[in-house]
């Protein structure tokens, strides 16, 4: 008999490829281990969650874990951590609730994620001190307001959770200006906090290009954010609980801290196993998801994926592409080899009333270490036809290569229509369009959606004009 | 000297070729006669004129007639109809405000639109029954309506105006269930009009396909508008003024009737020079929007395109197609030989709360008409992540090609986040994609704006497996 398919993780891909391996092959035996309580949730919710438009953790769960096990016939084994790999054997080693044991494998699957970047910051341990990496740390951040925090499992607070003797906190630190940090920022806001956002770098949400970034920029401001741009943090102050941030010279007082500078994927296990990353970090795999060790995949938020629009290996950790990969390499060991797919790096974010997206290269400098000779243009487009009541302003950046006349990629930001717009972008990109095709897409038009010439046309006729 | 270009017809294609062939050769003579009053204006926006979210048909106009004379440098002349076409002598006679004469031209543009279908209905020349075919008809609507027509260029009412003696109407027949039909739908029950829509097929929204047009109606009915599907209109009854729709052996009483059957293309002119039409009706172009005739283009509503999911002509009067066609043609003109573009049917449109969206083949019979074994599938979605508060359902009807794999089209219909997320199936279809491959898109996802996986991704991943 087939030894079984033991997943490590129980996220999105972990789930993903448990349930298409049993749907495909139901006689194959799958186990996964997830070290933690939770399973399949969306991560993505916490920040809705802290400011409350999502009323539990719960409901943040896409599949109740009694469904994995009921339904789907998956031996999904929670507060089950894997200690180690043994290709040769092909074992796991365990830690469970009753202790070690052994486990092996005919086919293994890595899917042990990313966690927050904590960065070695004096006072990081101090109470008050956040980051925002899974669902009890949601809850202990809305502890930490003096909120409830319906859905949790964990009695009380995390390690540095408890806030509150002092009643309910007034401000806020946000280290980090990335998608994490500016979803915060409106969860705190929401509960009327001065919330301030240090980013080290000339811009926030790096991904999306400084033109998509000055203008959120300006909506924070508007929000009332206070915006501490190209400012490096140097640590946090307190005895016990954090009081300020420390920036140079200087502190600023704040009651809480949210550190959001990024993620790093869980490769531990992995290396010290033999199984080989790639140039960004995470685990290398092949089209359909396979590591350099025979019987050894990986996916999710841990592996990289091949860049359409550079050719190369990336590490864009997001739910599309767990969910994708790991149910690819569910359908491969079903019997039918499924590539894992490429990405083009699409992501979207709201930004209190904005919404910015991106897709492909948006960097010129970044698009030149690709190999490409780019050209960029940034428009301002209207959202609906000019004479149609309630439009506002898109601004597309678009990048294009000079040598071949092709899409490299592009960021927009605007109060409505950018999250599906970039789509567009997204598609043109994986058939490698060129800028001209994609400004003679035969994309829709009524009043109350588009002008005539959608903002994506628009951007490309301007920036085919630039490229001849 | 070059002797001039010639442009028949002053609204978007028009408007598009003369401008863009001023702007690549300025010392071009170019001569725009249009036979109305208004220029270059969004004729989409006229129920929404009547509706009253549009506050003048002033604001409906893209571009001032003031400044295609005065910045652009075009001759153009309103109220001058073109009334024959010497494609030997290369001259075109026109009837103008001061009497007749004769115009010699370099190159011809044919751009003389479409109108809409008059049917044969008794009636039809009754007070009170009216087409909505250009701006001044938009203003008749309004005044029978009992409300004011801002911006409207001539005094009273058109021919079949005068409504209001016996006070405002309270009853309101559409006859057609098409684009038009369904937006004064909207527009009339804004006004607090018992509304009645008459179409004699099975379902409104034809070019949408059965499954989008069956959510629509169902959401028309829940506005409360009268829907009489498969119903056949005989005439109007009335004796100055219209009082009644005959409907067989019934007669539906009603104050007013707005005819919308859809529209001809306004090929006579041009057929009479010898310039033909293709198997659409609509005048045959090739690539370059070149007629038949040496020097003598065709464009918009008058012209036919290519269809990039058939490879066949195709005739749909949109206003985007039009632009492009106008605009490539200029290029062409001005020393740049520039394709018009394929069209893949986009369209959308809104149905009260719902936008409706369309692209490519949406109907098995006409996928197999056009020479493909189609496979359909139609979805619900969710319109964002399952947790996230004021999501609603997206139905996504999508087919592929059994044979070859091909992703064929699509319809969706929603309360939100459709009208863009059409484009992404547009682009698709363009770049002639696998249903496989359309599933493997790397598209957008935040918990705001859609599902991890998105409706289209889910829609081509059902129907992918249903290819296999």
Known sequence: MTEPLVVIGGDAAGMSAASKTKRDDPDREVIVFEKGEWVSYGACGLPYYVKGDIESLEDLVSVPAESFVEERGIDLRTNHEVTSIDTEARTVTVAGPDGEFEQSY???????GAR?????????????VFTLHDMEMAASVRRALGLDAPGSRQEGDGPRGDAS???????????????????MAEAFREHDLDV?????????????GAEAAATVEEHLVEQGVDLHLDTAVDGFVGDERVEAVAVGDEEVPVDLVLVGVGVRPNVELAEAAGIETGPTGAIATDQYGRTNVDHVYAAGDVAEATNAVTGEPDHVPLALTANRAGRAI?????????PVGEIVGTAVVKAFDLEVARAGLVDEAEAREAGFDPVSITIEAESRAHYYPGGSSIQVT???????????GASMVGREGVAKRIDTVATALHTELSVERVSMLDLSYAPPFSPVWDPVLTAAKVLAGKLE
């Open 165 to 183: 003797a002092d009643g309910a906190p007034e401000s806020v630190a946000i280290v980090g200006g990335g998608y994490i940090g500016i979803e």
């Open 106 to 112: 005919g086919d293994l699957l890595v899917a042990t």
């Open 116 to 128: 927050a970047v904590e960065p070695p910051f004096e006072g990081m341990g101090l109470d008050g």
């Open 196 to 208: 301030h956002v240090f980013e080290m770098l000339p811009h926030t949400l790096q991904p999306f």
């Open 398 to 408: 678009m990048l294009g290569d000079r040598g071949t006349g092709r899409l490299l």
């Open 330 to 338: 569910g359908a491969t060991l079903g019997g039918e080899p499924t």
